[in-house]
């Protein structure tokens, strides 16, 4: 049989495989621990923590979604920054992380910088004469975020990666917002892929997972070692319910982001509406780099009202849309960065990387648009 495709190895992950039973779908291996067949004599798996049938199963269809050599699955999207700060970066090194970074992502870089584990530099990754100069300065690990998180920003991994490595960087991208329906990171030079599989992924806003995919068997030997020393792996039944989310992902992927695209042209047409941000509109600042570099434009949509009172009504008077952090889910969400996502992040640093207090994130979900667009439309002549 030739090769099979992306969409169909998220359907048939797993499926079909068990030898005991045949069962169609693999049984969920709940079991903390495991027999050695003998003296000295271990068998494929020892101790959950270390490793789980289901979750070894979840990561590896991820990975092959990803282009990856293999992936290991954590306890949340947060495990897997972990495991990559501390597998990746050596003490004294340079992190160097978007300025406009998801607030989780930089309150851990941040924490740990303080604590003097490591010196962390933010950088416009859409701006070379940001980020050329601090890769040339040698940085150990270079984090991408692409489309950011909530302004949708796009890089161009492929010319990051290039000269990260040619100054023996390690590249790790988080490919939580376009998934690797839209986006293959690894294909481009990234070195590790980190993903909140809690998020489109998994898909039904019911459990906290996270993934770390590695583009080299060492790299996973390395990173999979670091997981389980930190005892951050995830749990069984997560995986088993990431498995199930992971067969109807395209499906969700494709119908969200349908959505996303109609949403984003009604809210440019809206007076009370500052900005759109959305890589699928010709206004976009990077529509032609996310053209060029990946497949679609994703299902998140943010925009920008007056100020924060616009936005505090704007966010109570929605019914459809849930006031709730998190997304990818097939429920749409909205949420304030300001006062949610990001509400760690400084509040200089959140106006230098442009979340104001109007501005607003919506995470679609695979409703029937029109009902989405009415929701919205009565919340905004509220505003």
């Known amino acids: 049989m030739s090769e099979l495709s992306r969409v169909t190895k998220a359907v048939r992950a797993g499926i079909n495989t068990d030898p005991v039973f045949g069962a169609v779908v693999p049984p969920i291996q709940l079991s903390s621990t495991y027999t050695f067949s003998g003296y000295d004599e271990r068998r494929e798996h020892v101790y959950s923590r270390s490793s789980n049938p289901t979750r070894d199963l979840l990561g590896k269809a991820i990975a092959e979604l990803e282009s990856g050599y293999d992936g290991l699955i954590t306890s949340s999207g947060t495990g897997a920054c972990l495991v990559c700060v501390e597998a990746l970066l050596p003490v004294g090194g340079t992190l160097l992380a978007p300025f406009d970074c998801y607030g989780g992502s930089w309150r851990l870089f941040d924490a740990k910088a303080r604590k003097g584990h490591f010196e962390l530099r933010l950088v416009d990754f859409t701006d070379e004469s940001s980020w050329t100069p601090a890769i040339a300065d040698q940085p150990s690990l270079v984090w991408l975020e692409s489309p950011s998180n909530p302004l949708l920003r796009v890089s161009d991994i492929a010319q990051i990666a290039a000269a990260a490595k040619a100054v023996g960087a390690t590249v790790v991208a988080d490919n939580t917002f376009a998934t690797p329906a839209l986006l293959r990171p ?16 998994n898909g039904h806003s019911d459990l906290v997972a996270g993934a770390v995919v590695a583009a080299t068997q060492d790299l996973h030997t390395e990173l999979s070692w670091w997981a389980n020393a930190l005892g951050v792996t995830g749990s069984a039944l997560d995986s088993y319910l990431s498995l199930r989310g992971l067969r109807t992902f395209h499906l969700r992927m494709a119908a969200a982001q349908q959505n996303a695209a109609e949403i984003a042209d009604f809210l440019v047409q809206q007076p009370t509406v500052r900005n759109v941000y959305y890589p699928g509109l010709k206004t976009h600042p990077s529509h032609e780099l996310a053209t060029r570099q990946q497949s679609g434009y994703g299902a998140i949509v943010s925009f920008e009202l007056a100020d924060e009172a616009a936005a505090a009504s704007f966010l109570n008077s929605t019914s459809l849309f849930c006031l709730a952090e998190s997304l990818g889910g097939v429920e749409s969400l909205v949420s304030h960065p300001a006062t949610m996502t ?24 695979v409703e029937d648009v029109a009902d989405l667009i009415t929701d919205l439309s009565q919340a905004l002549a509220n505003v």
């Open 186 to 201: 690894i294909e481009l030079g990234a070195d590790v892929v980190v993903h909140s599989v809690t998020k489109y992924l």
């Open 342 to 365: 990001h509400q760690a992040v400084p509040e200089a640093l959140r106006e230098a990387a442009g979340i104001t207090p109007g501005l607003i994130r919506l995470s679609i979900g």
